[in-house]
């Protein structure tokens, strides 16, 4: 099933985000991941910015959220191949 191109605001949801990006149901959502950014609204995983803090996409794993301490697996495996 394909995405919505817009935010129910009318705002455009950037092209690089995945096809499963839609608005969170738990606390699992953009604004809980490591690579998040809530000051300029930046995706750290697809390099975009005007991503909304309460969307989710499947990258998202319970190891990314900002509140358990964790990064990113991405993140993880970058440092850790170094």
């Known amino acids: 099933m394909k995405r919505n191109n817009f935010y129910p605001d ?3 949801i950037p092209y690089q985000m ?4 839609r608005k969170s ?3 699992e959502a953009c604004g809980n991941c490591g690579l998040y950014s809530n000051r300029r609204s930046f995706c750290g995983i697809y ?3 005007g991503v909304k803090d309460i969307y989710v996409c499947n990258n998202g794993e319970k190891d990314s959220l900002k509140d358990n ?3 990113c697996p991405l993140f993880s495996f970058i440092i850790t191949s170094i």
């Open 47 to 49: 390099r975009t910015q």
């Open 18 to 21: 995945p096809q499963d990006f």
């Open 25 to 27: 149901l738990n606390k």
């Open 10 to 12: 009318g705002t455009f």
């Open 69 to 71: 301490g964790r990064t």
